[in-house]
């Protein structure tokens, strides 16, 4: 992993012109409004995510050579946050299907879901499911909030990367986030808070990850504290970590430029290709 500024073969992201920032208390301001709007969307939106999506069938044979990766990337797994459901990925899941990404499971877990470890050998299961029935090898996941941690938890505790080619997080607390409503109350939200032991299962060693990892992470983030809590610093894996300005913590699965970015991410070729590196931000002002 590099460390900021970090070394990324994402360079179209890398190379994304940033805007002229507005003053902190204007630009939180106009975060704040529009974490409230993308709020109220959501509460609209949040009954039609209650249940399961439909599942299409298992791939059918077929008479071509090429393997199936080939005709198509591999599937997109959109994993919500903490007392969420897949309804938060509408936006992303219409950018993505625009894109022409042939296959997109939104997953739901349970909020009685008292354990990230638990969560996360649920999503190896749903993982080696969607393999089976769709012909691919591997797939893609990109994760919000706690879905971001779920998703890291199997990729580098549970051998996830033996599956997962690429995992982007949204606001994800890497390192643990001194704001965690409820964390008295609810054990999955404890496991949040830097030093729990989830948290320090992560900073473990992980050698030979296959998985690259992608981390959006907003400075107007109210929830992640501090804001780089939701980078991944990690020497083992192979991260960049793109700041998006402008937005909030709600408004990063649904931004159409944060949308973009996250499709670029999941085109950007394997490790290993020959790419430059630089760093940059993501403008979402």
């Known amino acids: 992993m590099k460390l900021l ?28 409004a529009l974490e409230l709007f993308v709020l109220a969307g959501h509460a609209i939106a949040y009954p039609f995510g209650l249940t399961p999506e439909r599942r299409g069938a298992a791939a059918p044979s077929t008479t071509t050579d090429l393997p199936v990766e080939a005709a198509a ?40 879901t008292r354990d990230i470890r638990t969560a996360a050998e649920l999503l190896g299961r749903h993982v080696e499911e969607i393999c089976a029935r769709t012909g691919h090898s591997r797939v893609d996941i990109v994760g919000h909030s706690l879905g971001g941690l779920i998703a890291r938890y199997y990729v580098q505790r549970l051998g996830g ?27 999955i939200v404890r496991q949040m808070r830097g030093g729990s032991s989830v948290i320090e299962e992560l900073r473990a060693p992980a050698p030979g990850c296959r998985t690259r990892f992608v981390s959006f992470w907003s400075e107007l983030d109210q929830v992640m504290v501090p804001v780089e809590t939701a980078c991944v610093a990690h020497p083992d894996l192979d991260a960049v970590n793109v ?19 996250i499709r670029e991410a999941l085109e950007a070729p394997e490790a290993g290709e020959d790419s430059a590196a630089s760093a940059g931000a993501v403008p979402a002002a």
């Open 161 to 187: 990367d033996r599956r997962v080619r690429t995992l982007v997080t949204l606001g994800t607390p890497h390192g643990g986030t001194a704001v965690a409503p409820g964390a008295g109350v609810h054990p």
């Open 73 to 112: 990337g591999p599937p997109v797994i959109l994993l919500h946050g903490f007392i969420d459901n897949r309804s938060v990925f509408v936006v992303l899941r219409r950018a993505l299907t625009r894109q022409g990404r042939r296959h997109l499971e939104s997953l739901n877990y349970s909020p009685l």
């Open 5 to 32: 500024p970090l070394l990324s073969p994402l360079t179209h992201l890398a190379r994304l012109p940033r805007l002229p920032g507005p003053r902190l208390s204007s630009a939180l301001l106009a975060a704040t």
């Open 243 to 261: 700041r998006v300005t402008g937005i909030g913590h709600l408004a990063l699965p649904v931004h159409p430029t944060v949308a973009a970015a």
